[in-house]
Each structure stands twice: as structure tokens, then as C-alpha cells.
């Protein structure tokens, strides 16, 4: 058996597991065996990518052993790295771990191309050129928009960046980039000077970033879910100009899956991705803050504790704010009290809640809370006029009501969490900041609203005392 | 030795056709409880790039290649592992069989 047959072989058999592991991942039943089938086909796919040995090209076979040992170091860092980062993240953090992981699959994509690209010796022809183009085009914007994106939401670049004229620079950039890429591949047919191959790469990082900049945090979910995506064609259009049916099957199945998910993001939020990335949020409305009437009235953690107790049904609206503080044990902990109580307790999971559409799902599976306590918005919005109490933890764009009625809102049309229409909502909060957007929340200044300021876990903690010392006894 | 199969323009299409059609259907019927695992599943599994960076670095000729080579395996292989470990970590905690009951 040749090795290039072994190769094609375990080509099939990767992309085969791939796809069958993506359908188990697809339940939740089955989630868990779904990536350890895709892991397998990763493992063969990259244990057979050593056979490669025996079939390089003659002008690289002096360079051979320092190829094979360079590779296996990269093999060794890059896993090693990734394995350690992987197993020690929060989940609070994993948004922008995925991203990280996301913008290298693009950056390698782009590496493939740029190595084809800077080849001397011509088997090109014009249709494999164009699409190496591509694919390092958008594997690179893909690289530099991830870590941009990453940096965003690891808080290691706050606000957002915009100057005059910012569409006609990208647009001006872009262009550039598209004409150089076309002119590499068309008329300099694959053997263009280094220097302008070097100068292609550069912008489409520059785009990737000035593209990324200017998005608020709040949109990041929709970025990173397009971005990945975006590493997906790369890696599809990547595999079609080295010939390896594998990373075409791969990287399509994750663009075109990739892309759906995007759309579902965008229409949870009620925004179309061209208005995420073209439009962004206006300068957070200052002019909206004047126009709130009414005041934040504090209220006790343990009063808020006793209302809920003593209510017949009581809705939790969980926000990233919540496992930030790390409160969803203490929170579940609480919950758990109250449902011996005989309250009933329903989580009200708003899709773009976390910062990613099911990141807090993650969060709460985390801390043990059952799945039939936890509902979609559209599930349970209905009910918030029957519930007694309404508890907001650490949760604020997505219950703001500015986003039904107030026209001005840069968060005007999203889709919200009905809390106001609870008898009372109680919003555990750290103190009087502004949610995710910078918008002001119209709901902490309405009349049947109380504000528990404290960090969450403590608030929490307080809470479970409270109810404790009451029912643990009256002596 | 060269590659035995050859994809030319129009097979390349038809396989980027099906395989659209197949990440179409695989994730349109997924609950929303699942995105995120999904994103990051999806997110682990073009990590298979690194096979291509393997092919390309191992068939570097000259300094610059092998760097930029070497630079795509080390990230290909970020992907592609920490793409695993994370996607494992967040679908290990949904245990739905025995937390139905409550």
C-alpha cells in the first residue's frame, strides 16, 4: 500500500468522522461522544499528514529532515499550548478562547496560501491561483479580526475605535487588497516579487482589524461565529489548491455551518450582519439618559429574599454579570431553597444572554441547574405578569425596556426579557453602571423595581442566610 | 508523487455544494442550548488545517517557507487541539439523562 493511498484513506475516514461527529454533537444526548468521534478523525487526518515524507517534491527533499523536525516541534508547542490554555480557562471566558483558537485556524489557512503563493517552481494556473488568493485573503482577515475580537472581549482593548470617514478607509483598504491579491494571481501569474506578496498579507490583516475595531462588545458573539465562518471557507479553498478532499469537506461543512449560525445570532439580537458590521452602535446614548424619570430605589438582600420566599412564583433572568461574580453555584443554592419552599422558579435564558447564544446555558449547566428550570425568552416571556417576583442578576441590555419603546435606543428593536411586567423585579447589581451596550436601563428607575447593590455571590449568600434564619426556626 | 486524485474545477464545486448542504442541515435542527458547544465544535473541527500546513511546511525549499510553514502547523495545531479541549470541557457538563427527573 502506497502512503499516498494511506493518505487518501485517512482523508476519507476523517472527513466522515467529522460529519458524523457534528450530527452527534447536534443533540444534547449524544454532544458529548459527537466530539470524541471528531477527535478520532483529527487524529488520524494528522498522523497520516506524516506520511507527506514520503512524497515531497524533489527540490525539497535536501530540506526534508529539518522540515519533519520543525514540523513536529510546531505539532508539540501548539498542542501542548492549546491543551494547557484550553483545560485552564473559565467558562465564563470561553467566547473569546474561541476566538483565539478560531483566528489560528485562519492565520494557518493563510500560511498555506502564503507558502503557495512564494513557490517559484509554476504548476499554477489561473483557477487554483484566484482561489489561493481567497483563501489567504479571508484566512488572514479571519487571524487578525479574531484577535482583535479576542482582545475585545478579554478586556484587553475597551470601547471602540471610529473616525470620520471609517467606511470609505475600509473600503479603500479592502480594494487595494483585492487588486494586488488579483494581480499576484492574474497578471503576475503566481510568480510576483515577494515584496508585493509580503505587502497582499499585510492588508488583509490591516482589514481584518480595522474591521473588527470599530464593533461594540455587545456584537462580538455575531464576529466570532462570522469569523469562524470565515476560517472555514479558508480552510475549504485552502484544500482544493493542495488537492486534499478532506479540508475542502471540513472547511465547507464549518462555512456554510458557520454562516447559518451567524444568521441565527444576528436574528436573535434583531439585526441583520451587514448591520452589525457596517452600522455599529451609536455614541452610547447620552441624549436617552436625560429623559428617565423615576429613581433606583435600593432595597436589602434579605428582605428581597423573604419577598421571594413567601411568593408563589418567582422568574430568574441570569446575565453574564452572574458568572463573572462566579454566583451560579450560590444562586442554584438559593434556588434550591426556594423550590423546598414550594416556590416555583423558571430561568428566563435570553438567546444572546452570556456572550455567546447558549453560553449561558453552559454557565448554569455548570453550576447542576436542571434543564427543565430553564427556558428560551420565547417560552417564558408570557408568564412574567404571573410571577410574583422577578429577579435580574447581573443581566441589563437584555431586559432594558427602552428596547420596545424608545426609538432612540441604539438597542431599539432587540428582543428583551418582559421582567417589568412582574409585580415586583429585584436587580442585583455592583453598582450604577451601564450594561454591555453603554445604555442606560430605564427598568432600574421604574416604580415596582428595587436595586440590591453588591457583588452577586455575596448578595447570593445573603440571601441563602436569610431564608435559612427563617425557616430554620422562629426560636 | 503526486496527489492520485484530482479535483479539477467542477468536481471541486460539487464537493463545496454537498458539503454546504451537509453543515446547513447538521446545524439548522440544533436547540439553542447547543450553539455554543456547536460554534466551538465546529470551531475544533477546521483545525483540520493543519494537515494542509504539514503538506506545506514539509515541502518548504527555501528559509522563508519553512518559517511561515512552521508558523501554520503551530497554529493549525492551537486550533485543532484547543478547539477539542474546550468543546469536550462545555459538553462534559450537559448530563440531560440524569437531570431530567428533577
Avoid: C
Wanted: aromatic share 8%; net charge neutral.
Amino acid at each position: 500500500m502506497s502512503p499516498q493511498l494511506l493518505i487518501d484513506i485517512s482523508a476519507l475516514l476523517a472527513s466522515f468522522l467529522f460529519i458524523y461527529g457534528l450530527k452527534r454533537m447536534s443533540s444534547p444526548v449524544t454532544a458529548r461522544s459527537g466530539i470524541v468521534v471528531a477527535g478520532v478523525g483529527m487524529l488520524v487526518a494528522v498522523l497520516a499528514a506524516f506520511l507527506y515524507y514520503f512524497g515531497v517534491s524533489e527540490a525539497a527533499k535536501p530540506h526534508l529532515t529539518t522540515n519533519t523536525i520543525l514540523a513536529a516541534i510546531a505539532l508539540g508547542v501548539g498542542v501542548g499550548w492549546a491543551w494547557w490554555s484550553g483545560k485552564k480557562v473559565a467558562m465564563t471566558s470561553m467566547p473569546q478562547m474561541v476566538a483565539l483558537y478560531n483566528g489560528m485556524g485562519g492565520g494557518a489557512a493563510a500560511a498555506i496560501g502564503a507558502v503557495e503563493l512564494l513557490k517559484t517552481s509554476g504548476h499554477h494556473g489561473a483557477l487554483p491561483l484566484v482561489v489561493t488568493i481567497i483563501g489567504s485573503l479571508i484566512g488572514a482577515i479571519s487571524l487578525s479580526g479574531s484577535l482583535i475580537a479576542w482582545a475585545k472581549l478579554d478586556g484587553r482593548i475597551n470601547g471602540t475605535w471610529r473616525v470620520k470617514g471609517q467606511q470609505l478607509i475600509n473600503g479603500t483598504v479592502f480594494l487595494a487588497t483585492l487588486v494586488l491579491g488579483l494581480y499576484i494571481a492574474l497578471v503576475a501569474e503566481g510568480h510576483a516579487h515577494p515584496a508585493v506578496t509580503g505587502a497582499f498579507f499585510a492588508l488583509a490583516l490591516i482589514f481584518g482589524v480595522l474591521m473588527t475595531m470599530p464593533i461594540g462588545g455587545a456584537d462580538m458573539p455575531v464576529v466570532i461565529s462570522l469569523y469562524n465562518a470565515f476560517t472555514g471557507l479558508a480552510v475549504g479553498f485552502e484544500g482544493y489548491v493542495l488537492q486534499n478532499p478532506a479540508l475542502m469537506i471540513a472547511g465547507m461543512v464549518v462555512g456554510s455551518a458557520g454562516t447559518l449560525l451567524t444568521l441565527l445570532m444576528a436574528k436573535a439580537m434583531n439585526r441583520s450582519v451587514a448591520n452589525v458590521i457596517f452600522s455599529n452602535f451609536g455614541p452610547a446614548g447620552d441624549e436617552v439618559q436625560g429623559e428617565i424619570k423615576g429613581s433606583q430605589k435600593p432595597a436589602e438582600a434579605g428582605d428581597a429574599a423573604i419577598n421571594m420566599r413567601y411568593a408563589s412564583k418567582v422568574i430568574i433572568a441570569p446575565g453574564y454579570g452572574l458568572a463573572v461574580a462566579q454566583a451560579q453555584h450560590k444562586l442554584f443554592e438559593f434556588v434550591k431553597l426556594l423550590t423546598d419552599a414550594g416556590v416555583e422558579v423558571k430561568f428566563a435564558i435570553h438567546p444572546v444572554a452570556g456572550r455567546m447564544p447558549g453560553h449561558m446555558n453552559v454557565l448554569l449547566a455548570e453550576a447542576g441547574v436542571p434543564y427543565d428550570m430553564i427556558f428560551d425568552m420565547e417560552d417564558v416571556n408570557g408568564e412574567f405578569k404571573e410571577a410574583d417576583v422577578a429577579i435580574v442578576i447581573g443581566a441589563n441590555d437584555t431586559v432594558n425596556p427602552a428596547a420596545r419603546t424608545n426609538k432612540s435606543s441604539p438597542i431599539y428593536g432587540m428582543p428583551i426579557l418582559n421582567v417589568d411586567q412582574a409585580k415586583q423585579v429585584y436587580v442585583v447589581k455592583r453598582g450604577q453602571g451601564k450594561g454591555y451596550s453603554g445604555v442606560e436601563n430605564e427598568l432600574f428607575f421604574a416604580d415596582n423595581t428595587n436595586l440590591v447593590y453588591g457583588d452577586a455571590q455575596k448578595v447570593m449568600v445573603q440571601m441563602i442566610q436569610a431564608v435559612k434564619s427563617l425557616d430554620g426556626g422562629g426560636h | 508523487m503526486e496527489p492520485t486524485t484530482v479535483i479539477t474545477g467542477f468536481v471541486a464545486l460539487y464537493i463545496f455544494m454537498l458539503a454546504a448542504f451537509t453543515g446547513y442541515e447538521i446545524i439548522g435542527r440544533v436547540p439553542a442550548i447547543l450553539h455554543t458547544p456547536l460554534m466551538s465544535g465546529s470551531n475544533f473541527v477546521h483545525g483540520i488545517v493543519v494537515v494542509g500546513a504539514m503538506f506545506a511546511l514539509l515541502n518548504a525549499t527555501t528559509v522563508i517557507e519553512q518559517a511561515i510553514g512552521f508558523f501554520g502547523v503551530l497554529l493549525g495545531a492551537g486550533n485543532a487541539a484547543g478547539g477539542y479541549v474546550v468543546t469536550e470541557r462545555m459538553l462534559e457538563m450537559f448530563k440531560p439523562s440524569d437531570k431530567k427527573k428533577s
